[in-house]
T-cell receptor, first 116, second 113 residues
Framework: KNQVEQSPQSLIILEGKNCTLQ??????????LRWYKQDTGRGPVSLTI?????NTKSNGRYTATLDADTKQSSLHITASQLSDSASYIC???????????????FGKGTSLLVTP | SAVISQKPSRDICQRGTSLTIQCQVD?????MFWYRQQPGQSLTLIAT?????????ESGFVIDKFPISRPNLTFSTLTVSNMSPEDSSIYLC??????????FGPGTRLLVL
């Protein structure tokens, strides 16, 4: 069964500190992995997308890594800001046609709170 | 990029009634989807909205409960029928643009009493 596991479930850090969120998956085959940021009451917004051949991708203070061999990804946030408080969702695309033809597997997300 | 809007943004409904959620994309997209996100859970795909034909439903979701329309490339509706408290959730519209970037709407927060 395709699964995406994220850890920790929730995290509280002080403003200005760094943090790393983890994503382990068992999805196969693998097409790409995406990290989304979901603010409370809003839809998810894409941060990064990585294919099999990419092992790191940056978007400002966000840096995602991917180890396709161990099926692990991480999202590192540098110099956190209060606006980083959100849920961060790892999504793995198997690229395989399900009933929908677009098979995305969502993690439950890590809830991050940045405090002053 | 594509900007997706949804209406209503939130609603409180009585059990047994139905609610139709509208989704509008500001540019032509190849695929549109409807997701449900229950509290503390990940997103679950309900169905793919197909233009001009019946939606393709995922396991556990049926057309009688969640009728979907997509009359053109940029607009879709999802109806939650005969609602019960278990239908309380966030419903998200999503679209895939050329190049396969997936965008999400802001969601519709539904509470069924």
């Amino acid at each position: 069964k395709n699964q995406v596991e994220q850890s920790p479930q929730s995290l509280i850090i002080l403003e200005g500190k760094n943090c790393t969120l983890q994503c382990n998956y068992t999805v196969s085959p693998f097409s790409n992995l995406r990290w989304y940021k979901q603010d409370t009451g809003r839809g998810p917004v894409s941060l990064t997308i990585m294919t099999f051949s990419e092992n790191t991708k940056s978007n400002g203070r966000y840096t995602a890594t991917l180890d396709a061999d161990t099926k692990q990804s991480s999202l590192h946030i540098t110099a956190s800001q209060l606006s980083d408080s959100a849920s961060y969702i790892c999504v793995v695309n198997s690229g395989v046609n399900s009933n929908s033809g677009y098979a995305l597997n969502f993690g439950k997300g890590t809830s991050l709170l940045v405090t002053p | 990029s594509a900007v997706i809007s949804q209406k209503p943004s939130r609603d409180i409904c009585q059990r047994g009634t139905s609610l139709t959620i509208q989704c509008q994309v500001d540019s032509q997209v190849t695929m549109m989807f409807w997701y449900r996100q229950q509290p503390g859970q990940s997103l679950t795909l309900i169905a793919t909205a197909n233009q001009g034909s019946e939606a393709t439903y995922e396991s556990g979701f049926v057309i009688d409960k969640f009728p979907i329309s997509r009359p053109n490339l940029t607009f879709s509706t999802l109806t939650v029928s005969n609602m019960s408290p278990e239908d309380s959730s966030i419903y998200l519209c999503s679209a895939v643009a050329p190049g396969e970037t997936q965008y999400f709407g802001p969601g519709t927060r539904l509470l069924v009493l």
